[in-house]
């Protein structure tokens, strides 16, 4: 069983520019939940993904966006990068939209300079 | 709206002995809870979670917790850590329908001396 998987590791980008993250959820798992992580805080949660559907959204600016795909792997989409964009970005997949169990991919650093 | 309030930012604790770590919580619905660690660069692994039944969970790597609903707390215990137990530790609190996420606290950073 494959767990949950992100791509890039790292990134770098300058103030304005746009970024997409990737992630593939784990086997079986239609559900994808997106969070942000700056340093020293906890994960914030920016959108769900159920089964190509946006489902619900946290207190983010619409130029965070995303999509999911008929396999079920994500994409985050940020556009007009600022400072406070950077971050740790964390990709969850899950089993239906229920919350008996998120399984995290280990994220994608952004550093936006 | 739901919120969490992990109280100590760090923990010290010397390596076997006991620990625990407080988190409290708010909302207006009925809640799932969780704990999760992190270790450094890497993403988060469930330790226990408390969804209904009985209010003392038991979870990997020897940690417990106990849900408290008259005093919202969901406090997690381990009666002997050890070096490996450092990380930063989140507790997270969901109304269980999905749309709106997990919400974390700021975290616990627990550091084992020796």
């Known amino acids: 069983e494959t767990g949950v998987t992100q791509s890039p590791t790292h990134l770098i980008k300058t103030r304005g520019q746009q970024v997409t993250l990737r992630c593939s959820s784990q086997?079986?798992?239609?559900?994808v939940s997106w969070y942000q992580q700056a340093l020293g805080q906890g994960p914030q949660f920016i959108f769900q993904?159920?089964?190509?559907?946006?489902?619900g959204r946290g207190n983010f600016p619409p130029r965070f966006s995303g999509l999911q795909f008929p396999n079920y792997s994500s994409e985050l989409n940020v556009n007009a990068l600022e400072l406070d964009d950077s971050a740790l970005y964390l990709c969850?997949?899950?089993?239906?939209?229920?919350?008996?169990?998120?399984?995290f991919g280990p994220g994608t650093r952004l550093t936006v300079l | 709206a739901q919120s969490v309030t992990q109280l100590d930012s760090q923990v010290p604790v010397f390596e076997e002995a006991p620990v625990e770590l407080r988190c409290n919580y708010s909302?207006?619905?009925?809640?799932?809870l969780f704990w999760y660690v992190q270790y450094p660069n890497q993403g988060l692994q469930l330790l226990l979670k408390?969804?209904?039944?009985?209010?003392l969970v038991k979870g990997i790597n020897g940690f417990e917790a106990e849900f408290n609903k008259s005093q919202t707390s969901f406090h997690l215990r381990k009666p002997s850590v050890h070096i490996s137990d450092t990380a930063e530790y989140f507790c997270?609190?969901?109304?269980?329908?999905?749309?709106?996420?997990?919400?974390f606290g700021k975290g616990t950073h627990l550091i084992i001396q020796p």
């Open positions: 909302s207006s619905v009925s809640v799932y």
């Open positions: 993904y159920y089964r190509e559907e946006e489902n």
């Open positions: 408390y969804l209904s039944g009985s209010t």
């Open positions: 086997s079986g798992h239609n559900t």
């Open positions: 969850a997949s899950s089993l239906e939209r229920a919350y008996n169990e998120q399984f």
């Open positions: 997270a609190v969901s109304s269980g329908g999905g749309a709106d996420g997990l919400t």
